[in-house]
T-cell receptor, first 114, second 117 residues
Framework: SAVISQKPSRDICQRGTSLTIQCQVD?????MFWYRQQPGQSLTLIAT?????????ESGFVIDKFPISRPNLTFSTLTVSNMSPEDSSIYLC???????????FGPGTRLTVT | AQTVTQSQPEMSVQEAETVTLSCTYD???????LFWYKQPPSRQMILVIR??????QNATENRFSVNFQKAAKSFSLKISDSQLGDTAMYFC??????????????FGKGTLLTVNP
């Protein structure tokens, strides 16, 4: 498996501001993903972070709201822009290690928007 | 589109007993993968067990095993000798066969398992 860290682990933000979440992996991975988990709910895929190119977004998620970067094989960021209380969720990074097919998840970032 | 259904929102079991969590899925694919993830209150998602659809043998990881019924599209998780640390939300997940966007996971809504002392 891979060791995945996320920063920050939690934050409380004001409406209208933006927050950037970092995901760092200790080894090179094939794929990186960003998920959202609203309170008491299952996980919803936001986008696939592609190295050196624009992320691939799922239906209902747009780049202006959730810009994503992946400059190399071990690091990615997700920005939650112009936040509203509806963005209060846990945001999780996941990765697929090289030569593997299963996904591993980071510890998550708990975001509260007031 | 693929869907994953977990029909048991909550379950409880006594410590040291056995419990089975249900999962069914819908797909027209022949090649795919199935997973069970555990999310304790601390929220870290942990991969519990995985199953390749082309394998007939059920996967086993220590106290965790699955009953994979491909024709019935059923993938249940059995936890033997339940421990207090098994208390968590359990998610069933599906992934299409290898390649590109097929790495995406589709999750069920989860089953909250409580292990009672």
């Amino acid at each position: 498996s891979a060791v995945i860290s996320q920063k920050p682990s939690r934050d409380i933000c004001q409406r209208g501001t933006s927050l950037t979440i970092q995901c760092q992996v200790d080894s090179q991975v094939t794929m990186m993903f960003w998920y959202r988990q609203q309170p008491g709910q299952s996980l919803t895929l936001i986008a696939t972070a592609n190295q050196g190119s624009e992320a691939t977004y799922e239906s209902g998620f747009v780049i202006d709201k959730f810009p994503i970067s992946r400059p190399n094989l071990t690091f990615s960021t997700l920005t939650v822009s112009n936040m509203s209380p509806e963005d209060s969720s846990i945001y999780l990074c996941s990765v697929v290690p090289l030569a593997r097919y299963e996904q591993y998840f980071g510890p998550g970032t708990r975001l509260t928007v007031t | 589109a693929q869907t994953v259904t977990q029909s048991q929102p909550e379950m409880s079991v006594q410590e040291a007993e056995t419990v089975t969590l249900s999962c069914t899925y819908d797909t027209s694919e022949n090649n795919y993968y199935l997973f069970w993830y555990k999310q304790p209150p601390s929220r870290q998602m942990i991969l519990v067990i995985r199953q390749e659809a082309y394998k007939q043998q059920n996967a086993t990881e220590n106290r965790f095993s699955v009953n994979f019924q491909k024709a019935a599209k059923s993938f249940s998780l059995k936890i033997s000798d339940s421990q207090l640390g098994d208390t968590a939300m359990y998610f069933c997940a599906y992934r299409r066969g290898s390649g590109g966007s097929n790495y995406k996971l589709t999750f069920g809504k989860g089953t909250l398992l409580t292990v009672n002392p």
